[in-house]
């Protein structure tokens, strides 16, 4: 298995400009995690999915949109990027949501707006 | 505010040395705890976890100990290597909403 893979691995945007980061786990996974994580600081949750049509916003969820149409993809959506954006992503991924339960990330997209 | 907190930010040993990382937690409410190991450029790994009702859990050359008393959990490393340098997480889960709340992390630099 591949496990939790995300592209890009970097991209540039200008403030303003558009762009969606691609997740998809082959572990057929229901549960499904974004995370940003600012320099020297720990994960934040932006949104999260319990399965393929239901999404909820996690701590962060402000200028972010996502979508599950399927068990395997997780995009998140950016659709007017700020500075503040900049940070590192990651996505996640486990088979519950129960306490006892880890979760498996993916390698990261990092992200710089100017 | 509740938070997942770690008391060191860095932590250099010898090579061969055991290592110890602290993490405090504020949230008796929290059941479940999971350390993570970050690598440069990569994403969190998987290290080992301790349910609330353990104080005590080992893996390969690692220990985790939580004690409930005092909110705190440690990640013992024995025998510490270079390919243990890296960022190490604490993360807890508090209970039945299942979101894992992250502390800023630990650099563990490993000296040769």
């Known amino acids: 298995n591949a496990g939790v893979t995300q592209t890009p691995k970097f991209r540039i945007l200008k403030i303003g400009q558009s762009m969606t980061l691609q997740c998809t786990q082959d572990m057929n996974h229901n549960y499904m995690y974004w995370y940003r994580q600012d320099p020297g600081m720990g994960l934040k949750l932006i949104y999260y999915s319990v399965g393929a049509g239901i999404t909820d916003k996690g701590e962060v969820p402000n200028g972010y949109n996502v979508s599950r149409s399927t068990t395997e993809d997780f995009p998140l959506r950016l659709e007017l990027a700020a500075p503040s954006q900049t940070s590192v992503y990651f996505c996640?991924?486990?088979?519950?949501?129960?306490?006892?339960?880890?979760?498996?990330f993916g390698p990261g997209t990092r992200l710089l707006v100017l | 505010g509740e938070s997942v907190g770690l008391h060191l930010p860095t932590l250099s040993v010898q090579e061969g040395d055991n290592s110890i990382i602290n993490c405090a937690y504020s949230?008796?409410?929290?059941?479940?705890f999971i350390w993570y190991k970050q690598e440069s450029g990569k994403g969190p790994q998987f290290i080992i976890d301790i349910r609330s009702n353990m104080d005590k859990r080992q893996g390969q050359r690692v220990t985790v100990l939580l004690n409930k008393t005092v909110k705190h959990l440690s990640l013992q490393i024995a025998a510490t290597q270079p390919g243990d340098s890296a960022v190490y997480f604490c993360a807890e889960n508090r209970g039945s909403q299942g979101n894992l709340i992250f502390g800023k992390g630990t650099k563990l630099s490993v000296k040769p």
């Open positions: 949230n008796s409410a929290s059941d479940y």
């Open positions: 996640a991924s486990s088979y519950s949501r129960t306490s006892g339960t880890s979760q498996y």
